[in-house]
């Protein structure tokens, strides 16, 4: 099912003991405050969100906050689709090391990457320990302005408040900037094979992924109608010419109608690389 999906990876930024290791403990385990569970090096946690228009897959990466563990945070900066930035609720000066430190260090690196073509990457300022805070604390939280952010949001992995709420939203964003994460489709197909009638159908499952504006349950829909069965069924060795080419046309047809030549003259460049075999 997964190839169907869009992955997604996202980076916790933020200083150490700020709470990035238990938000995502408590978002993909439910867990809270256990000892084994502190941060060694990078981790990388999977979620699967389901939105109305496809699957999300969220990757993740939890990093240490230490100074001295940059060369490993900066690694983890590559291939991202978006960041996560957490602050202490309790102690400003974690806000101030998000702007000062965390993010122009984020902004660096995946700049540089020619992966990412959209320099804009989604970011959401998390403010985490909310259980701890007084009124004070929350209205000075309030009364600042956010623009090189998102979103604001007060968080508490102790309780789970928002927690949920937090990852949704970065992946929705994430979801929403498909189209700038890759650079150009047309490359990424020049670049393999299409010989067969699954490679062709890989391409095209890739491209309407790329493109991410057929919701999932169409997509079931257009497959089940060239007589391709459900997803996670599909091999790829087992799909018939026809069976391709009828699913093929159908969304030369939709992107017709939306009138969207971009997908249109790719969908033309993978039939022709299959044809001319
Ligand atoms: P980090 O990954 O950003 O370094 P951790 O931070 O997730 O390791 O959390 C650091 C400490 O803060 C932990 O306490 C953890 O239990 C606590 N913490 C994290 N989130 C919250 C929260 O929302 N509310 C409260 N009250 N505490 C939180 P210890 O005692 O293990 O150091
Ligand atoms: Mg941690």
Redesign the pocket.
């Known amino acids: 099912m997964e190839e169907w999906a869009f992955k997604r990876k996202i980076n916790l930024l ?10 995502v403990l408590r978002y993909v385990k439910n867990l ?2 256990d ?1 084994y569970l ?2 060694i090096g990078t981790n990388v946690y999977k979620k699967q969100i389901d939105f109305e228009s496809g699957r999300v897959v969220l990757m993740i990466n ?1 990093i240490m ?1 230490e100074k001295t563990f940059r060369s490993v945070q900066e690694g983890a900066f590559r291939g991202s689709s978006g960041a996560i930035a ?1 602050a202490d609720i309790t102690r400003s000066d974690t806000y101030d090391s998000l702007l000062e430190d965390w993010l122009p260090r984020y902004k660096k690196f995946t700049d540089e990457d020619e992966s990412i073509k959209d320099k804009s990457l989604p970011m959401i300022l998390v403010v ?5 805070a007084d009124e004070d604390m929350i209205k000075e939280w309030e009364d600042r302005s956010y623009e090189i952010f998102d979103d604001m949001v007060f ?5 789970g408040k928002n927690v949920e709420y937090i990852f949704s939203s970065i992946a929705a964003r994430a979801q929403l900037d498909i189209r700038f994460s890759v650079k150009d489709m047309k490359e990424v197909i020049s670049k393999r094979a299409v010989e067969t009638p699954g490679d062709l159908l890989d391409v095209m499952l890739a491209l309407c992924s790329f493109l991410g504006d057929i919701p999932y349950e169409r997509m079931e829909e257009i497959l089940t109608e060239s007589g391709i069965d459900k997803f996670g069924l599909i091999k790829s060795h087992e799909i018939s010419e026809i069976e391709v080419i009828r699913f093929t046309d159908k969304l030369l047809g939709i992107y017709k109608k939306k009138d969207d030549e971009y997908a249109i003259s790719i969908i033309d460049m993978a039939l022709g690389m299959y044809l001319q075999q």
């Open positions: 933020g200083d150490v003991s700020v709470g990035k290791t238990s938000l809270f405050g000892d502190k941060t939890d906050g957490v985490n320990k909310y259980d701890l968080s508490s992995a102790k309780t």
